[in-house]
């Protein structure tokens, strides 16, 4: 069977953020046929800010939700035609928190040839800059809305960290960043860590690793801020 080729294409964070993509990432954009974006406006406007004479309507576009089964089949079919295909997540790294991971499986399920390629990644830029554990940490995602099942969550997470002396992170959707930080505040010990990285690669960007009892006396605004929270305990 004819084999096509995934190039992940990283995405920036922030609009101001094109420094974080390399160069190469635009020939790797030039050599596709075919993209399947997490949110196609996102990307088209990227692709533009990248290389304005880029033609955007030369290649075929598929968005991705969670990779539902027309457009699986789609992508299928890019590959069995041995085409050049694009994976783009709405910011930062295709297949980290992103739903083009499926995708990527039945790539390699097929035996395909995947390219990821180097880009900005809010977990890693925060991990990096945190100071706390990079040697073993887990990423957890969103946690829950409901306040009692977070406020477990974060004991969990809590209790796992001092066990394993490993880095938990996790996020929020950017207009509920201060309520997660007001329960993060009157969950956590005292002396357990929490760095808070914000708007990653853009001019605000802004880290501060701090206790507890440290951000209990001065608490950051974070509203509809892109946040990434790191507990260590």
């Known amino acids: 069977m004819n084999k096509g080729t995934v190039y992940l294409i990283p995405c920036v964070l922030d609009e101001e953020g094109f420094d974080a993509i390399p160069a190469y990432v635009t020939e790797a954009i ?3 046929t075919a993209f399947f974006a997490e949110n196609e406006r996102t990307a088209r406007r990227y692709f533009k800010k990248m290389k304005k004479e880029i ?24 590959l069995k035609n041995s085409q050049t295909i694009g994976i783009v ?21 097929m035996g ?17 800059s945190s100071g706390l554990n990079g040697q073993q940490f887990s990423f957890n995602g969103y946690l829950p809305v409901d306040n009692a099942q977070k406020t ?22 950017p207009y509920r960043n201060n309520s997660l930080l007001e329960s993060l505040l009157k969950t956590c010990r005292t002396g357990t ?22 951000w209990r006396k001065e ?8 946040v990434m929270f790191i507990l260590q305990s």
Do not use: N
């Open 30 to 32: 030039l050599s596709c």
């Open 55 to 78: 033609v955007i309507d030369d290649h075929r576009w598929y968005t991705i939700h969670k990779a539902e089964g027309e457009v699986m089949d789609a992508f299928i079919k890019e």
């Open 89 to 109: 997540s709405e910011a930062g790294l295709p297949g980290i928190a992103d739903p083009g991971q499926l995708l990527v499986a039945k790539a390699q399920d």
């Open 112 to 128: 395909a040839i995947v390219r990821p390629l180097c880009g900005p990644s809010s977990l890693f830029l925060a991990l990096m």
């Open 152 to 173: 477990k969550a974060i004991q969990e997470l809590e209790l796992r960290s001092a066990k394993e002396g490993s880095s938990q992170l996790f996020m929020e959707t």
């Open 193 to 214: 860590r929490l760095c808070i990285a914000s708007e990653m690669t853009s001019p605000r960007e802004w880290v501060r690793t701090r206790t507890i009892g440290e």
């Open 219 to 226: 608490k950051p605004d974070l509203h509809k801020k892109a």
